[in-house]
């Protein structure tokens, strides 16, 4: 049985500011990272993205842990039942009054923009005027930091993780946990405060994963979406199934801005991926057409690694039709 997926994707954003940092004076400020010659980057958060997940997961119908968490001043105490929410179960939850702690089985990372910040703003007016004054009253103008990019982004599924729970991540059960089966665990291979855990039926586990790939087709969200929407669902993703835990793609993509349209370094993912050759037993790539100006030859990388370049609709099918009950 294969232990991981890794999902490294392309989005773009045309205009925007999906994650901003904080304000300076009238100016929401987006956030950036300084790379080593001085450049700044716009990246989006991991936070921010894991929300935009629970977000989508929600959309498709299924009960989130949240509204029944109890918030005590700063202080949030989640139900801790895995089994029933998926959100406990895919994104981890952290329970410090009972010393209770599951890690994320599904990680990921920040949204990188691969072209410098251009130090764009988008000037913002409200005019008094609309709300019954006269003209000579005035009214306040505010700026937003904008920016058109590519982002890289990744995540690492711990397949063998997801519908399993070990008793410390759990304490005390003082009720019936539906859906699952109690295991007796081997001694000291979960560590001695592990000594049984709860199996998730299988056909519910693979149904949560399935879902968390379509959140993935239609990801989207972030702040200022009144005005500033955007579509990071992804334009370019390679995925792969994995008998090793490791983010593959994390630093695989990079692009360039060139005659025009823009290229994918089609050779560096090619030398990412043929470090885990005898690792993986399934490679699958999704393209959305026109996005590259060198399709050519991403399809013969493609093909190099025994793949076909599917449309994204397609490869994240082809993935959910692949994971197993």
Known sequence: ?????????????????VNASHVEGNVMITKKVTLPDGTLIPYISGQAIRRMFRDRLDDLGWSLSE?????????VTPPVEPWKYIDEDLFGYMDTKNKRRRTSPIRVSSLVGLFPFQGDRDLGTRSFEKFGKNMESGGNMFE???????????????????????????GKISKEVSNCEKIELPENKWGKSNKWAFKLAAGEKAKRLKDFFEALKYLWGGGRTARMLVDLSPRF???????????????AFKVRYDNGGI????????????????????????????????EDEIKSMCSECGA?????????????DKIME
Do not use: C
């Open 144 to 170: 937003t930091e904008i920016y058109s990019n590519i982002f890289k982004g990744n995540i690492l599924i711990e397949v063998d993780r997801i519908g399993f729970f070990l008793e410390k991540e759990l």
């Open 1 to 17: 049985m294969n232990r991981a997926i890794a999902i490294g994707y392309l989005a773009g954003v045309s205009l925007g500011n």
């Open 263 to 294: 290229v994918l370094d089609a050779q560096l993912l090619l030398e990412s991926i043929k470090k885990f050759e005898g690792k993986y037993s399934e490679i699958i790539f999704g393209m959305v057409s026109g996005f590259f100006a060198n």
């Open 308 to 320: 076909e370049l599917k449309s994204i609709h397609e490869a994240i099918d082809f993935v959910k």
């Open 237 to 251: 993703l390679a995925m792969m199934f994995l008998d090793v835990k490791h983010p593959v793609f994390l630093e």
């Open 67 to 75: 509204p029944f968490s109890d918030v005590s001043g700063q202080e």
